[in-house]
T-cell receptor
Framework: DAGVIQSPRHEVTEMGQEVTLRCKPISGHDYLFWYRQTMMRGLELLIYFNNNVPIDDSGMPEDRFSAKMPNASFSTLKIQPSEPRDSAVYFC???????????FGPGTRLTVL | AQSVSQHNHHVILSEAASLELGCNYSYGGTVNLFWYVQYPGQHLQLLLKYFSGDPLVKGIKGFEAEFIKSKFSFNLRKPSVQWSDTAEYFCAVRGSQGNLIFGKGTKLSVKP
């Protein structure tokens, strides 16, 4: 199994631009999670899906952030417009049944100038 | 709300020293507990997990953790650390809806 796949691995953009992060979960997993990691705030859960349906988006910082999961094998996290304070590493993770371990992707390092 | 506390922000040890990282959780019901490790520049990987049964859990790379229900604790231990154990360690508890609630993490630096 290829594991959780995220793209791009690195993204550098300018303030005000739209950013789209992508995630492909492990095949067969029914839970998908988006996290953000910064030095100041540590690892924060942004949103998670069960069977493609968003369950809890209370961690999404503001309306500039949105996430979708159009099918079981693909999810996006979009930031529009981006701001320098959005600079972080964004991780996607997936799990089976929600009660088991989460498998993390390699992360996307986002830098907003 | 459920929460996880990791009391040590940064631990510095010499090789061969013993390690114990503290983790306390707030949830009082049935718990599923995890320790993840993040090596520099890499993603989180599972070290070990506790769901039920023997409260002493063995993980990969010689790590173990003990679940003490009365203390709401799930401390991570290793008898003899190596330089390659330098990483950040995260304790987590499973939330009521399948999500994981992570602690702030503990950075471990092992001096050769």
């Amino acid at each position: 199994d290829a594991g959780v796949i995220q793209s791009p691995r690195h993204e550098v953009t300018e303030m005000g631009q739209e950013v789209t992060l992508r995630c492909k979960p492990i095949s067969g997993h029914d839970y998908l999670f988006w996290y953000r990691q910064t030095m100041m705030r540590g690892l924060e859960l942004l949103i998670y899906f069960n069977n493609n349906v968003p369950i809890d988006d209370s961690g999404m910082p503001e309306d500039r952030f949105s996430a979708k999961m159009p099918n079981a094998s693909f999810s996006t996290l979009k930031i529009q417009p981006s701001e320098p304070r959005d600079s972080a590493v964004y991780f996607c993770a997936s799990s089976l049944a929600g009660y088991n371990e989460q498998f993390f992707g390699p992360g996307t390092r986002l830098t907003v100038l | 709300a459920q929460s996880v506390s990791q009391h040590n922000h940064h631990v510095i040890l010499s090789e061969a020293a013993s390690l114990e990282l503290g983790c306390n959780y707030s949830y009082g019901g049935t718990v599923n507990l995890f320790w993840y490790v993040q090596y520099p520049g890499q993603h989180l990987q599972l070290l070990l997990k506790y769901f039920s049964g023997d409260p002493l859990v063995k993980g990969i790379k010689g790590f173990e953790a003990e679940f003490i229900k009365s203390k709401f604790s799930f401390n991570l231990r290793k008898p003899s650390v190596q330089w390659s154990d330098t990483a950040e360690y995260f304790c987590a508890v499973r939330g009521s809806q399948g999500n994981l609630i992570f602690g702030k993490g503990t950075k471990l630096s092992v001096k050769p």
